[in-house]
């Protein structure tokens, strides 16, 4: 074909076709002008979420996400310096921010503020977060945290989420002018070659036999009413031994005493609670065949390194969205009518009986870690 | 947009050392408030419309918090006030809620806030002459 010869749609190559340009603009179809923002721009993105461990980790399918429909963005992560582990080595991200306790928000905005970015997105809706979207003017939004609805079904049991929405897939209404969708892939944890070598060198210590298989169970909570009894952490435990498993224990330093009444002196049995910091924590949790945990942090922790978990829902239900986010995983929880009582757990049951739990035998629990063992 | 006055960047510094519930909600109602007083005070002042406009924005940002009742009291009786008396009435209402502050919020915020209400004494002396 010469340069001159015309192409099968009839336009001649390198030329407009003569259509297009005599078609009057009113007649063409309106595009969407954020759809042209992001075609001619690269826009510069912060995600700011302060805590916690779970709703850290759940923000990184959309980090993902975004770095898929924007490769040559700038991705930033505004987040509490204690879980900007759970991020250093995301290879989407080219900058996490990191807040150091009792940091002043003013220093703070103001380097925001420098930083020019094009997409400021509150992943939080929290007090700092709202004086932060105020002391940084710009393209700021948030998503619907489902406040109301959570209020409404603790207080009357009454159901009005609209959806089932898992809050790392609310994250991403924040991000509806970026025009990113979830892609179904689970949330995920980067851990970095030294943290590996943590975790190999305290498997090492630990002095596991090889040949079993190891199971990790994460005893601790925040909050009381979120955590299974210590007798049934321990029957567990002892029954995974029974079944040639070898059993470590994560947690953080607060769950050190917790997990020394898991621990078997000369068994199986080995608490890594406070040992391992986030990142080697993750790294351990690769090497295991399944988790148990509660509703809390480790959970997602075991999500996002692909761990297969077996769920412990007590207080909280799947409406308020921290269901296993896309993973292999099972929930365990029991249909009774108080249930939700809290958002995030209390210090003790409201009615004093914590059926929620107590009830979850570890007999059910050890069923489903062996079918994840097989 | 007044946001790096010395009383704001106080009110703001508390905001991490306070813990979470009614008392962080209580600075931060505080810092609202002060913004939009100090505002109110700027030469040339700020349209009508755009005042009442950031007005009933306070008044709705402060329905959905959680804050210490007698703060609560007070802020409720200093909203109208602020929107009546523009300027003039900036001094009088900060000086109604130091007093709330500190009971409720922490001796900081009140200092603050007493702070600003004499800042805005003197800058409405200054204006007045």
């Known amino acids: ?374 | 947009m007044s946001g790096w006055d010395p009383a704001q960047v106080e009110l703001v510094g508390l905001l991490p050392h306070t813990g979470r519930g009614p008392r962080r909600e209580g600075v931060y109602a505080l810092w609202l408030v002060l913004r939009v007083a100090q505002d109110l005070m700027l030469q040339p002042p700020i349209a009508d419309r755009a005042l009442r406009r950031r007005m009933g924005a306070l008044e709705a940002r402060l329905s959905s918090l959680t804050l210490p009742p007698p703060l609560r009291r007070a802020l409720t009786a200093a909203l109208p006030q602020l929107r009546e008396g523009g300027a003039a009435a900036v001094p009088v209402v900060l000086a109604t809620l130091v007093a709330p502050a500190r009971e409720t919020v922490g001796h900081e915020a009140g200092d603050a806030i007493q702070r600003a209400a004499r800042a805005a004494r003197q800058g409405a002396g200054s204006l007045s002459r």
């Open chain 1, 1 to 374: 074909m010469t340069s001159e010869e015309a192409h099968p749609s009839g336009v001649l190559p390198g030329r407009l076709p003569r259509c297009v340009l005599l078609t009057p603009c009113s007649l063409l179809p309106t595009p969407d002008p954020h759809y042209i923002y992001s075609l001619v721009a690269v826009p510069r993105i912060l995600l700011v979420r302060f805590s916690a461990l779970g709703d850290v980790l759940l923000t990184t399918p959309l980090i993902r996400a975004l770095r898929v429909r924007y490769p040559a963005a700038t991705i930033s992560v505004l987040t509490k310096q204690v879980w900007a582990p759970l991020l250093s080595a995301n290879p989407h991200l080219d900058e996490v921010v990191a807040v150091a306790p009792g940091q002043s928000l003013v220093p703070l905005a103001r380097a925001l503020r420098a930083a020019r970015f094009s997409h400021l997105l509150d992943l939080h809706g929290s007090v700092r977060t709202r004086v932060l979207r105020l002391l940084v003017p710009g393209g700021w939004s948030g998503f619907d945290a489902r406040r109301r609805a959570r209020q409404l079904l603790i207080r009357t049991h009454r159901d009005t989420y609209r959806d089932r929405l898992p809050v790392a897939e609310r994250y991403f209404e924040a991000a509806h002018d970026l025009q990113v969708k979830p892609d179904a892939g689970p949330a995920e944890l980067f851990t970095s070659p030294a943290a590996e070598a943590r975790a190999e060198a305290w498997l090492a210590r630990a002095g596991f036999e090889e040949e079993r298989p190891l199971v990790a169970v994460a005893p601790g909570a925040t909050h009381a009413s979120k955590r299974w009894p210590v007798r049934h952490w321990r029957r567990l435990a002892a029954e995974l031994v029974q079944q040639e498993l070898n059993v470590a224990i994560i947690g953080g330093t607060a769950d050190r005493v917790l997990a020394s009444e898991i621990a078997a002196p000369k068994g199986w049995v080995i608490s890594a609670a406070g040992e391992l910091d986030l990142q080697a924590s993750g790294a351990l949790l690769r090497r295991c065949r399944a988790a148990v945990s509660g509703d809390t942090g480790p959970m997602h922790l075991a999500t996002a390194v692909g761990t297969p978990v077996v769920a412990l829902f007590g207080p909280t239900v799947e409406q308020f969205g921290f269901f296993p986010y896309r993973a292999q995983a099972v929930v365990l929880q029991r249909d009774l009518p108080c249930r939700p009582c809290s958002s995030k757990g209390g210090p003790r049951c409201p009615l004093g009986h914590h059926s929620c739990l107590e009830e979850l035998a570890p007999e059910a629990v050890l069923d489903r870690v062996l079918e994840f063992c097989a």
